[in-house]
């Protein structure tokens, strides 16, 4: 039986539940292995450049991993985001794929002759262009089976009922926590520990980084998401705190 085969019955036959079993046995680094052993080159990290993913980050080149770190380069980021991209590049020669969206920031704006993400229901169309088909477009055309986050159910919201594995129906997969049981202390500790460089702006009260336009600093007292998408709330009124690049909680990171 060939490796390709191999991986194809393992992942016809994962039984979410069992496995999950399993899994929460293992530390995170165990969790990764176990990924890379069971779905080989298609297993792939996506990862967002703040610092839950970059513990995952750290964790591939710990383990001398060439497994995709996928990253997608939506138009609108901050500088720090693509400078921390580079650095991890540079400083752990991890194999970074950047996906990037079918229409540059000016085409897009001229196709629909508007700023979408400056409007209710602009937002979620831009977060669709933009993130989420780059993303599922490329996993499902290299046939990408399990996809890790670096999503924790101490986050809270729609995060607090994350299991390690989860079915991703939309590439025919799954998705995978490597820290689902960690504590933002861990991350700090863990970060720390491996001297591991960290997106600039956690420090300037950025706890949640998404695309500039879109991320504002949030205030002592709120919450860590209320930082992304303030302006399309008005004061005190709830609206888009994800967008939909993660299946796992109908959230984005
Ligand atoms: S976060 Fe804002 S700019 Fe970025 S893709 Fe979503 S709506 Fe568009």
């Not at 969790?31 to 967002?48: D, I, Y």
């Not at 009260?205 to 991320?215: A, E, F, K, R």
């Amino acid at each position: 039986m060939g490796s390709e085969t191999s991986v194809a019955n393992a992942a016809e036959s994962l039984g979410v539940d069992e496995t999950n079993l399993k899994l929460r046995n293992l530390d995170a680094a165990g969790r990764v292995r176990w990924a890379v052993e069971t779905f080989g080159e298609n297993a792939v990290l996506l990862s967002s450049m703040q610092k839950t993913s970059s513990v995952i980050v750290h964790l591939f080149y710990e383990l001398g991993l060439k497994n995709e770190v996928l990253f997608v380069d939506t138009g609108f980021h901050f500088h720090e985001t693509l400078w921390i991209r580079d650095e991890f590049m540079r400083r752990y020669r991890i194999n970074m794929v950047t996906l990037y969206p079918a229409l540059t920031p000016a085409q897009q704006e001229e196709k629909y002759q508007a700023k979408l993400f400056n409007f209710v229901d602009g937002q979620p169309q831009c977060c669709a262009m933009r993130k989420e088909e780059p993303f599922i477009n490329y996993v499902k055309e290299k046939g990408r089976r399990v996809v890790m986050t670096g999503l924790m159910k101490s986050e809270g919201g729609k995060r607090g009922k994350l299991e390690p594995l989860m079915k991703d129906p939309r590439i025919k997969g799954f998705t995978l926590q490597p820290i689902f049981d960690w504590e933002e202390a861990q991350v700090e500790a863990y970060l720390k520990e491996h001297d591991v460089p960290v997106h600039p702006l956690h420090a300037q009260s950025y706890p949640s980084i998404g695309c500039q336009v879109c991320t504002t600093p949030v205030k002592p007292g709120e919450d860590a998401r209320a930082g992304r998408w303030r302006h399309l709330r008005g004061e005190g009124e709830d609206g888009p705190r994800y967008c939909g690049i993660n299946f796992t909680d109908g959230s984005g990171i």
